[in-house]
């Protein structure tokens, strides 16, 4: 069974700093992926990053980058330069092919960015 | 344009009432799914269809069938609505094996009252 943790249920952070939101995971997989989604209050879901358990490089995407650090089965996310629409629930999930593609979230973490 | 369609984006109901939440995408993909986000936030998958075969079926209750009738279209019915359904429910799609990620619809949010 797969199984997302996020353990922080709020942070906040002053305008243009970076912050990590944390992540670990837990597969006997040995092949998935992990992903990040922004959720804004607006509700839509947006797919931020993705990172392959194979992946020899952590993935960047523009101000977002996966600090994947895989032997600690953690995979946070760093958002640099935060902006005031950064403000938003962000979700961890992972999948695995051999769970029919399946995503499993964590319980999100909501990211207030103050200006 | 819209890449994963849902409709309706909202939906009010009376106990004991069918409904129906529609989701079409057009970006070829070829795994489709339905998600429950609670009142908490929580997300849980409910169904996957792969090329309109069912895959994944969680555990959920019989009064909620869906239904593919073909790869870019994934229909939710709901009989018998219960207050407990009322949740923002998300259509996503992705390709092959899901490690693209999900392009996910807007979202249904259907209050039962």
């Known amino acids: 069974a797969q199984k997302i943790t996020q353990t922080q249920p709020g942070m906040f952070v002053q305008e243009k700093e970076a912050v990590t939101l944390d992540c670990t995971y837990d597969t006997s997989d040995p092949s998935y992926g992990l992903f990040w989604y922004k959720q804004p209050s607006s509700g839509e879901m947006i797919f931020l990053i993705y990172?392959?358990?194979?992946?020899?490089q952590n993935a960047t995407e523009g101000r977002y980058s996966l600090n994947f650090q895989k032997a600690r089965k953690s995979a946070n996310l760093v958002i640099s330069a935060s902006q005031l629409g950064d403000s938003a629930m962000y979700f961890c999930?992972?999948?695995?092919?051999?769970?029919?593609?399946?995503?499993?979230f964590g319980d999100g973490t909501t990211l207030t960015v103050k200006p | 344009d819209t890449a994963v369609s849902q409709t309706p984006k909202y939906l009010v109901t009376q106990m004991g009432n069918d409904k129906s939440i529609k989701c079409e995408q057009n970006?070829?993909?070829?795994?489709m799914y339905w998600y429950k986000q609670d009142s908490k936030k929580f997300l849980k998958i409910m169904f996957s269809y792969n090329n309109k075969e069912l895959i994944i079926n969680e555990t959920v209750p019989n009064r909620f069938s869906p239904k593919s009738p073909d790869k870019a279209h994934l229909n939710l019915h709901i009989n018998s609505l219960e207050l407990g359904d009322s949740a923002v429910y998300f259509c996503a799609s992705t390709l092959g094996g899901g490690n693209y990620g999900y392009t996910f619809g807007s979202g249904t949010r259907l209050t039962v009252v």
């Open positions: 999930a992972m999948s695995a092919p051999n769970n029919a593609g399946k995503s499993t």
């Open positions: 990172q392959g358990s194979y992946d020899q």
């Open positions: 970006l070829g993909h070829d795994t």
